[in-house]
């Protein structure tokens, strides 16, 4: 069975984010880019299958600019077979990158896809659950375990509260959440070797897919900065500042 896993190029998530200037998004320049750790995690539990014997082949795939080459030869070095990427320019929205992926899924036919939960750039958590829509398949999402037998998965999934088991028929969209395993680090002579994987190039056009945004930014702004903490002399006047200043008790 082949394993598709879509991995996205996110400021990576050590950096302290600056809203530009004009508040129309998020200050990219000379900022530190990396491979979205939701992926990473879902390219670890596609290169686990491999180990397995359960997955055939792993192959990964991005959408965005010739750079996003980075993350998937990243992939690579962690253990993917082989890497896509569909060219694009500026940013792609969700029901964009999902309908781009149906027309991957149409030519590789995989038995699984697995993505991250969600992007920690726009945090939309809908990719996955879009392409599982468009595709008519199955899908377990924030998946912390994943176990295969015959046609059907079995997934553990992070609910608010606790833990939920499903059952799903594959092929199937799985999304990976933070539990699901701790993602390698690629080694020196497989970063080596990753350079002499296949990488394919597409485009949009290929797809057929319109890539024009359908959704509007209107402002972003940095969150208000937390106030200055002060500090009491004793309990009876940090009792009548609960009560008389901040008022919750
Ligand atoms: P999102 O719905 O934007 O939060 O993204 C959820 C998941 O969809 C990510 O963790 C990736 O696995 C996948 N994804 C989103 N955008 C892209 C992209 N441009 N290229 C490849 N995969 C993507």
Do not use: H
């Amino acid at each position: 069975m082949k394993v598709l896993v879509p991995v996205k190029r996110v400021v990576d998530y050590n950096v302290k984010i600056r809203v530009s200037a004009d508040g129309s998004g998020v200050d990219l320049a000379n900022v530190k880019m990396s491979m979205n750790p939701f992926d990473e995690i879902a390219v670890e539990q596609a290169v686990r299958l491999k180990e397995a014997g359960t997955a055939s082949e792993v192959v990964v795939v991005s959408i965005g600019p010739a750079q996003a080459q980075d993350v998937l030869r990243t992939a690579l070095a962690m253990g993917a077979d082989r890497a896509i990427l569909i060219t694009t320019e500026g940013t792609t929205e969700p029901l964009t990158v999902a309908k781009l992926l149906k027309g991957v899924v149409a030519e590789e036919e995989p038995g699984l896809v697995i993505l991250g939960k969600q992007a920690i750039d726009d945090d939309c958590n809908q990719t996955g659950q879009m392409l599982s829509a468009l595709l008519g398949w199955s899908q377990a999402t924030f998946a912390s375990e994943i176990e295969l037998s015959g046609d059907m998965a079995k997934v553990t999934r992070e609910v608010d509260g606790g833990l939920q088991a499903i059952e799903v028929t594959l092929p199937a969209i799985v999304t990976a959440d933070l539990r699901l395993n701790e993602p390698r680090y690629a080694s020196l002579p497989n970063i080596m070797k990753a350079k002499k994987k296949p990488l394919d190039t597409k485009t949009p056009e290929d797809f057929g897919v319109d890539v024009a945004r359908r959704l509007n930014v209107l402002r972003v702004e940095e969150p208000a900065g937390r106030q200055a903490g002060v500090k009491v002399g004793s309990v009876a006047e940090l009792l009548d500042k609960l009560k008389n200043e901040a008022g919750v008790i």
